[in-house]
């Protein structure tokens, strides 16, 4: 079945680049996403891209994305101590939304 | 300008009383999902309706029920909670075109529920 991995953890200095990275194995995934959540909140729609787009920028946010190894990652430039939160990717093909387990970004000063 | 929006933000019950939580949108979007989430987990789909159609997941409990009176709101009712149904539920959208590639699904802020 399908299947979404991420590493669960994730720790940067502010003002450093941060690259969260996920992995997934539906190969027909027409869209990935990625979601920010944070404490005790929704999920907030960050970015997505396309499955034929090797890169998507968007301010501080790009994405790339290997269809080939099926990785996915979203770099964030110059992250904030705001920018903490957890960090989803999800898969659709369909109606539906396969999400990834959440990568933990902890930004310190 | 709220798009998605959850009532109550935080609902506590108690064990085996049954709860109502409420989505309602102002986007129009004809699809409609309630997810399960709990702690340090991935947001787990219970259901979602596309227009008035009913899609269920199979491992959804049947504990959890859901009605949609119309396109702007959709209901998530549990009809015993037990402790383990303590979690955030999310009420997502989207704007559904049949055959075609998917368009975004928009989240609420989430009901946290606690079971006492």
């Known amino acids: 079945g399908e299947d979404v991995e991420q590493s669960l953890f994730l720790s940067v200095r502010e003002g450093d680049s941060s690259v969260i990275n996920c992995t997934y194995t539906?190969?027909?995934?027409?869209?990935l996403y990625w979601y920010k959540q944070e404490p005790g909140a929704g999920l907030q729609l960050l970015t997505y891209?396309?499955?034929?787009?090797d890169m998507k920028q968007d301010q501080r946010l790009t994405v790339l994305l290997n269809k080939k190894d099926k990785h996915l990652s979203l770099r964030i430039a110059d992250t904030q101590t705001g920018d903490s939160a957890i960090y989803f990717c999800a898969e659709s093909n369909t109606d539906k939304l396969i999400f990834g387990t959440g990568t933990r970004l902890q930004v310190f000063p | 300008d709220a798009m998605v929006i959850q009532n109550p933000r935080y609902q506590v019950t108690q064990f085996g009383k049954p709860v109502t939580l409420s989505c309602s949108q102002t986007l129009n979007h004809n699809v409609m999902y309630w997810y399960q989430q709990k702690s340090s987990q991935a947001p787990k789909l219970l259901f979602h309706?596309?227009?008035?159609?009913?899609?269920n997941e199979a491992d959804t409990p049947d504990n959890f029920q859901s009605r949609r009176p119309n396109t702007s709101f959709c209901f998530l009712d549990i009809r015993s909670p037990g402790l383990g149904d303590a979690a955030m539920y999310l009420c997502?959208?989207?704007?559904?075109?049949?055959?075609?590639?998917?368009?975004?699904?928009?989240f609420g802020p989430g009901t946290r529920l606690t079971v006492l």
């Open positions: 309706y596309y227009d008035k159609d009913f899609n």
């Open positions: 539906d190969s027909s995934s027409t869209y």
């Open positions: 891209i396309f499955s034929n787009m």
């Open positions: 997502a959208t989207k704007r559904g075109r049949r055959g075609l590639s998917t368009d975004t699904q928009y």
